[in-house]
């Protein structure tokens, strides 16, 4: 990162953030600009510089932060209004890592409500607006922080996937982002969507800086017991040889320019001497309908601690406690929230049990079984990371299934906690960016970042 060189002070490059942030300020970026404390901790940065104190490895690094994490900066939200005006009193261990380097939060980012879309158009504040095109979405959920990495405001955003939220919005604006096995980065402090799939992870406009973030943010953290010890255990990291391409895409309807770039990845790959072999993965068919019972069920359950009480809004007509608790909830979520919770309180009531959320659970096994035998077969899969590129503004908003639908190549992944880093892979004709993912087995995330050197 730029700092390093120390060519440049931190307050000037939180300066040159803050500025770059109000010039894109049409494109919806951010729920809150960080103006005042961004500046402070620059100056405080510099002058340890200048005593000859040592600094961290992100020291001055201007970033952008998912409006998921608790930070006691400026409000956390999730770009919903039921959290309008929370500040939280806590700060997210992912958050506390990145700090004490010495990075330096200047925004907040937009994002779908509670991180329940593929478009950042279910924001309480508005959708945010493509890089590369502005009729275009940005994609979802975390598309604020891709967008602001794309635009070269920041060096690097969090975020967070539970069912593509880093790699599609990475894909649709050209940038890396690595959703990274299951537990690797603690959740402690991050507003929870679905707790069996939920992932930390981050954009970057390189693989290195990617690795350092994640050096950083990965490891053990007693606030959040799915993490995973030892994370870099150099003897996990295999030399990858063979890439998987998973012929069962083939049937779903690909873009075409989404294939050819998949081909030509193909090829260079090949040029440079790795083995290329078909897999059939038939069990991913299932997993779109398992992520969107499973999915809900849980987001039903993590939502029913906004009670208009304890966090942010609170509506006014509230004669008695019901009328709060509906009021409050009925004003307070998305429609695309109250779809979740409805689907998930029906999956789950007693007399659909059996039909929906078992069956889900089942389906879910065979797809981590897909996998594992996969990875038997090859070292890395390389795949699209959606069946087509970004699609206009507005274009999808009233057709949930057709939004879903887009998500048939991420969420496998989320239900069998393996890790996927979304790579550029160029442009259409129309000039909107493409990308694609390799996918490896649990705790591969640092030789898919290294591999992903072998396919520029
Ligand atoms: N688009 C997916 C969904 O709407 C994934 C969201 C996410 O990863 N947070 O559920």
């Known amino acids: 990162m730029k700092i390093a060189n120390r060519k440049v002070t931190a307050e000037r490059l939180v300066r040159d953030a803050l500025e770059k942030a109000r010039h894109f ?5 951010f729920t809150f600009l960080n103006e005042e404390g961004a500046i402070k901790k620059a100056r405080e940065i510099d002058a340890r510089i200048a005593k000859g104190e040592k600094v961290g490895r992100l020291a001055g690094v201007p970033y952008a932060l998912k409006d998921n994490f608790l930070s006691t900066e400026g409000q956390t939200t999730a770009a919903a209004h039921i959290l309008e005006g929370f500040v939280s009193p806590v700060t997210a261990t992912a958050v506390e890592k990145l700090e004490r380097e010495g990075a330096i939060m200047i925004g907040r980012t937009n994002m779908d409500a509670f991180a329940h879309g593929s478009s950042t158009e ?5 959708p945010t607006l493509n890089a590369h095109d502005r009729e275009r979405v940005a994609g979802g959920s975390s598309g604020g922080s891709a967008v602001a990495v794309a635009l070269d405001i920041v060096e690097f955003a969090t975020g967070t996937d539970t069912g593509g939220s880093i790699r599609q919005p990475a894909s649709f604006n050209g940038v890396y982002g690595l959703k990274p ?3 690797t980065i603690s959740r402690y402090g991050v507003v929870a969507m679905a707790s069996s799939t939920d992932c930390i992870g981050f954009f970057t406009k390189t693989p290195d800086d990617m690795n350092l973030l994640m050096e950083i943010a ?3 953290d007693p606030k959040d017991l799915t993490t995973l010890p030892d994370y870099y255990d150099e003897s996990e990291a295999k030399k990858i040889k063979k890439i998987g391409i998973i012929k069962d895409f083939d049937n779903t309807s690909v873009d075409s320019e989404i294939r050819n770039a998949l081909v030509s990845k193909v090829e260079l790959a090949r040029s440079k001497g790795y083995e290329v072999v078909e897999i059939e993965m038939p069990a991913l068919k299932y997993a779109l309908a398992a992520y969107y019972i499973i999915v809900p069920a849980e987001v039903a359950s993590n939502l029913s601690r906004y009670d208009g009480v304890r966090y942010g809004f609170r509506a006014k007509d509230t004669k008695d406690l019901d009328a ?5 909830r009925g004003e307070g979520f998305m429609p695309e929230n109250k779809r979740r919770i409805m689907v998930g309180n029906f999956v789950l009531s007693s007399g659909f049990y059996d039909a929906y959320f078992l069956k889900a659970a089942k389906a879910r096994t065979l797809i981590v079984k897909e996998y594992e035998k996969a990875f038997e077969k090859c070292d890395v899969l ?3 990371v959606t069946p087509n590129p970004a699609f206009k503004l507005g274009e999808k908003t009233n057709d949930p299934v057709a939004m879903y639908l887009e998500d048939a190549m991420t969420v496998p992944l989320n239900l069998a906690g393996v890790p996927g880093l979304t790579i ?3 442009k259409t004709k129309d000039g909107v960016a493409l990308g694609l993912q390799l996918i ?5 995330d640092k030789s898919l970042i290294e591999f992903s050197k072998e396919l520029v």
């Open 25 to 29: 300020a049409d494109y919806n970026i």
């Open 122 to 126: 279910s924001s309480y504040y508005g």
């Open 181 to 183: 096995t299951y537990g």
């Open 218 to 220: 990965n490891g053990q």
């Open 324 to 328: 709060l608790y509906k009021n409050t």
């Open 382 to 384: 390389l795949s699209p």
């Open 424 to 426: 550029p892979a160029g």
């Open 440 to 444: 490896g087995p649990r705790r591969s």
